[in-house]
């Protein structure tokens, strides 16, 4: 008997908990105090009212198989396109196939491989570089470097496009350095840093330097690229090869200016060459040099120009002897006495002041309190300036010169 609805009756479920088996087909009971087993217990019968859920199948691992000179044949693809990318050619390569090629030699586990034929590329383009370079002399020398910086700057970021997908999986799990990276540490190694190379590039920019601070005028917009290129290889990289350099023959050349200057210049036109000359090392710093070498060529220029140069040596004042009445010496205090000259025994003569360094004036001395001072939290008067019965000031005679009120 069913309810109108199509469930079981009531009284049809209270006969399947009483007798344990159905009577219509349905199956029969679990063991036991005559109820059905959990539908997700092992071995249970599926509910006669749930559908059965479909198995769901499992995704299908891939299993990359490489063929025989896979590695090679892509390679050779790549290693044309770092070529053209070189020789600015890159307007004929798809990135895509680029990219797809590299993706591949990471997938089927030929990333060192990979890595390190990228790496022998580069280093064998750089050296053919450097060679360019080092033929060259003078600003020629700088022109070249900066030229071919630039390149090479454009070429990694092309490169490291491409290789992306090897810069995300292989870089990270073998700890080395990305190809942007790697680039970049080529070019320190293999060219700035080259014995006949470095000390010509750093020296030639530091008699741009020493030309402008003469006042010959130089190519700023050329310095500004060389020194960034310093700069961005690293903050260290630039300390140690350029600015290091760079404050010594600052040291030099203001120590040699302020011996011709205390020579030739007055005080006051002393002090205005050392103004002209801080202000001229603060603009060099914002239009080429990098901020951070600001504080310490300001430096170099006070110590060599002020500290270490400059000294006010005061003379003391002799006035000259009185001219003879009668074309003879009158006794004077150091003659002996009874004949010309004679008189008191001279005392010595006073020898020239010690040099004093110019330096900023030292803080005064603490004030001490005044002990005609009388009064309350600063609300009070000093005896000797009161006069008698009427609150009037005057200058005080005998007061302490420490007085608040002096």
């Given at each position: 008997m069913?309810?109108?609805?199509?469930?079981?009756?009531?009284?049809?479920?209270?006969?399947?908990?009483?007798?344990?088996?159905?009577?219509?087909?349905?199956?029969?009971?679990?063991?036991?105090?005559?109820?059905?087993?959990?539908?997700?217990?092992?071995?249970?019968?599926?509910?006669?009212?749930?559908?059965?859920?479909?198995?769901?199948?499992?995704?299908?691992?891939?299993?990359?198989?490489?063929?025989?000179?896979?590695?090679?044949?892509?390679?050779?693809?790549?290693?044309?396109?770092?070529?053209?990318?070189?020789?600015?050619?890159?307007?004929?390569?798809?990135?895509?196939?680029?990219?797809?090629?590299?993706?591949?030699?990471?997938?089927?586990?030929?990333?060192?491989?990979?890595?390190?034929?990228?790496?022998?590329?580069?280093?064998?383009?750089?050296?053919?570089?450097?060679?360019?370079?080092?033929?060259?002399?003078?600003?020629?020398?700088?022109?070249?470097?900066?030229?071919?910086?630039?390149?090479?700057?454009?070429?990694?970021?092309?490169?490291?496009?491409?290789?992306?997908?090897?810069?995300?999986?292989?870089?990270?799990?073998?700890?080395?350095?990305?190809?942007?990276?790697?680039?970049?540490?080529?070019?320190?190694?293999?060219v700035i840093r080259r014995p006949d190379i470095q000390p010509r590039l750093v020296g030639t920019v530091l008699e741009c330097v020493g030309r402008e601070r003469a006042g010959v005028p130089q190519d700023r917009g050329l310095l500004r690229e060389v020194v960034r290129m310093w700069a961005s290889l690293g903050a260290d990289v630039y300390a140690v090869d350029f600015e290091a350099a760079l404050l010594q023959s600052s040291r030099e050349f203001y120590a040699r200016e302020a011996r011709e200057m205390i020579e030739s210049l007055s005080c006051p036109e002393y002090f205005s060459r050392v103004r002209q000359r801080l202000a001229e090392e603060r603009e060099r710093c914002q239009l080429y040099l990098e901020p951070s070498s600001e504080e310490q060529l300001v430096l170099q220029v006070r110590q060599e120009l002020l500290q270490s140069r400059v000294q006010v040596r005061a003379a003391p004042r002799r006035d000259p002897a009185p001219a003879p009445r009668d074309g003879r010496r009158g006794p004077t205090r150091g003659d002996p006495p009874g004949g010309e000259g004679g008189g008191l025994p001279r005392s010595p003569a006073p020898g020239p002041a010690p040099a004093r360094p110019l330096t900023a004036p030292s803080q005064p001395p603490p004030r001490r309190p005044c002990r005609n001072w009388w009064g309350w939290r600063g609300a009070g008067w000093c005896r000797c300036y009161r006069a008698a019965g009427r609150r009037t000031w005057r200058r005080c005679t005998t007061c302490s010169p420490t007085c608040p009120t002096a």
């Open positions: 069913r309810a109108p609805g199509g469930s079981p009756s009531r009284a049809r479920r209270d006969t399947l908990h009483d007798t344990g088996h159905a009577t219509d087909g349905a199956p029969p009971l679990g063991p036991g105090r005559g109820t059905l087993p959990h539908p997700s217990a092992p071995g249970a019968p599926p509910h006669p009212h749930r559908a059965a859920t479909p198995a769901q199948p499992r995704p299908r691992r891939l299993r990359v198989v490489s063929e025989p000179g896979f590695a090679e044949r892509t390679w050779r693809v790549l290693d044309a396109a770092i070529d053209d990318i070189y020789e600015h050619n890159s307007n004929k390569l798809s990135f895509e196939e680029l990219y797809r090629a590299g993706y591949n030699m990471v997938l089927q586990k030929c990333g060192a491989e990979l890595y390190a034929s990228v790496e022998r590329k580069i280093r064998g383009r750089l050296e053919a570089v450097a060679d360019g370079i080092a033929a060259k002399d003078g600003l020629g020398l700088v022109a070249e470097t900066v030229r071919q910086w630039e390149d090479h700057v454009r070429a990694t970021a092309v490169i490291r496009d491409i290789l992306m997908y090897l810069d995300r999986t292989h870089v990270p799990q073998h700890n080395c350095l990305a190809v942007h990276a790697l680039a970049m540490t080529l070019w320190r190694d293999g």
